[in-house]
């Protein structure tokens, strides 16, 4: 079973860019889902976008456009590209693995956009 670390995550202005990183300790080849989710503080944990095996995506709309999502499988890695940040964007952003088996989580990494 492979683990997932975050990173990437931090302090930017509104407006600003980051992008956040989700390594595996082993292939993401065969996983046929991973994404990205997020919990702001007091929320539930909240999907924001997924990317399958075959390279489809799926965003919420609140991301549409600002947000990208990506993997590479050659680097066991799992990237989120985001633009134009706004306050809303803070969380605790989460990378998840939906392969075979229960989902498998990192351990988050916090993302704070001040105004």
């Known amino acids: 079973q492979v683990q997932l670390v975050e990173s990437g995550g931090g302090l930017v202005e509104a407006g600003g860019s980051l992008r956040l990183s989700c390594a595996a300790s082993?292939?993401?080849?065969?996983?046929?889902?991973m994404g990205w989710y997020r919990q702001a503080p007091g929320k539930q944990r909240d999907m924001v976008t997924t990317?399958?095996?075959?390279?489809?995506?799926f965003y919420v709309d609140s991301v549409k456009g600002r947000f990208t999502i990506s993997r590479d499988n050659g680097k066991n890695a799992l990237y989120l590209q985001m633009n134009s940040l706004k306050t809303e964007d803070t969380a605790v952003y989460y990378c998840?693995?939906?392969?075979?088996?229960?989902?498998?989580w990192g351990q988050g990494t916090q993302v704070t956009v001040a105004s």
């Open positions: 998840g693995a939906f392969g075979s088996g229960r989902p498998i």
């Open positions: 082993g292939s993401i080849r065969s996983i046929n889902t």
């Open positions: 990317i399958t095996s075959g390279g489809n995506t």
